[in-house]
Nanobody, 116 residues
């Protein structure tokens, strides 16, 4: 069964950092590019970052420099480190493969709230 379980979110003050995790199962994780998305209240889900099967990464233009995506294929886990958090980073963060194949299996996401 395909599953994505995100964790690591929380309430953080502006300027702080978080490392989000996404544990995936039910498919050949190491063969897929993995994406991070986020959805802020009242807004559509948006792309944040991607990491290829070989570890190459790319980011939404506005997020370059503050976001770092990585993966551990031995643990079937993808990570997103967010630095210098801003209130506008407040959102639910999700992971998903780059393929449309598993789009029916979105996880519950992990809430990131940036507030003083």
């Amino acid at each position: 069964q395909v599953q994505f379980v995100e964790s690591g979110g929380g309430l953080v003050q502006p300027g702080g950092s978080l490392r989000l995790s996404c544990a995936a199962s039910g498919f050949a994780f190491s063969e897929y590019s993995m994406n991070w998305y986020r959805q802020a209240p009242g807004k559509q889900r948006e792309f944040v970052a991607t990491i290829t099967a070989n570890g190459g990464s790319n980011y939404a233009y506005s997020e370059q420099g503050r976001f770092i995506v990585s993966r551990d294929n031995a643990k079937n886990t993808v990570y997103l480190e967010i630095n210098n958090l801003k209130p506008e980073d407040t959102a639910v963060y999700y992971c998903m493969t780059n393929s449309a194949q598993f789009r029916a299996y979105w996880g519950q996401g992990t809430q990131v709230t940036v507030s003083s």
